[in-house]
């Protein structure tokens, strides 16, 4: 055997060798690539509070992703009573994904709406004014706008029920009109048999910070600990930092309405945001890498969750 035909097969094995790490490289790049594009383009559309320009051309935008990549395209319109003679429209939008061994689905949620006001503001010509909220509604919208992209290219065994809930941020603090979206989705599972309810439901909110730091939630902890675990365990797997084993925090966030009936619900969200509520919460204080490293530990774990016998 000649020494360049020696040298031929060696580098041929070596290249054996790599090949399985190309598509996976490729893969995270390309994800962490559609999630910031998601969030420019979020970001591009403005303050996206209900009734306002960036609202309607979010909603659009999760329809036209839907329409692509989803199984169905579910709206669910309500009405909220703001004040005394008014009610304003909203709607919560889910795209199901139907799975490959069926069972009850797994409802992954994100608020997309912004806040009309900024109340963490000092100054009040800012307090009055909406949020771009690019973190706080953005990340998480954009990281579930990539999953559909995923979940077309990669069926879970159970089906996966994307849902953008409205209102979540609407109101003032004690006034009754935070969680509407989750709030109405939840009361509706009242309505049908339990057979049906989502077997987790897992909420990702403001997950975009540079100094990513995700504890573990209070009612998280209670209402849902082994898919908690499952979480946290492949965090470290993946050798992720930014998942916290300690817990930190009680939050109000859009898994409580399904925390109170009794069904697992998760919260995944990095209170620490020194931005929370303010002008200041813009594309330039979040990062593609906090967001893909959610992205690629939830992912993973949908994909464990077989269908029970």
Request: proline share 6%; hydrophobic share 35%.
């Amino acid at each position: 055997m000649t020494k360049k035909l020696i040298t031929i097969l060696i580098l041929g094995a070596c290249l054996v060798l790599l090949k399985p790490a190309i598509p996976e490289a490729v893969g995270n790049e390309k994800y962490s690539r559609i999630i910031w594009s998601y969030l420019e383009t979020l970001c591009g559309f403005g303050p996206r509070n209900p009734g306002s320009e960036g609202y309607q051309e979010t909603l659009e935008l999760i329809r036209r992703v839907g329409k692509k990549y989803a199984d169905r395209v579910v709206e669910q319109p309500f009405l909220v009573q703001v004040s005394e003679g008014k009610k304003i429209p909203m709607v919560n939008l889910e795209l199901q994904f139907a799975g490959t061994e069926g069972g009850a689905p797994i409802v992954i949620g994100s608020h997309f709406d912004t806040r009309p006001f900024a109340d963490q503001e000092t100054d009040p010509e800012k307090q009055i004014k909406p949020i771009l909220g690019a973190n706080d509604g953005g990340s998480s919208t954009a990281v579930l706008l990539a999953m559909a992209h995923y979940l077309f290219q990669h069926p879970t065994p159970r089906p996966i029920h994307l849902v953008f809930f409205d209102g979540e941020d609407y109101g003032a603090r004690g006034s009754g009109l935070n969680l509407l979206g989750s709030t109405h989705y939840a009361q509706d599972l009242l309505q049908v048999d339990r057979k049906s309810w989502p077997y987790w439901v897992l909420v990702i909110d403001m997950i975009g910070d540079k100094d990513l730091q995700i504890f573990k939630e209070t009612h998280s902890l209670k209402g849902s600990s082994r898919f908690l675990d499952r979480i946290y365990s492949i965090a470290k797997k993946q050798n992720n930092s930014s998942f916290k084993s300690q817990s930190k925090y009680t939050i109000f966030d859009d898994h409580y309405p399904f925390y109170k009936m009794g069904i697992p619900a998760t919260v995944l969200i990095d209170f620490d945001y020194p931005y929370w509520h303010t002008q200041e919460d813009t594309l330039d204080k979040c990062s593609p890498e906090s967001m893909f490293s959610v992205f690629s530990v939830v992912t993973e774990a949908i994909q464990s969750f077989q269908v029970e016998n």
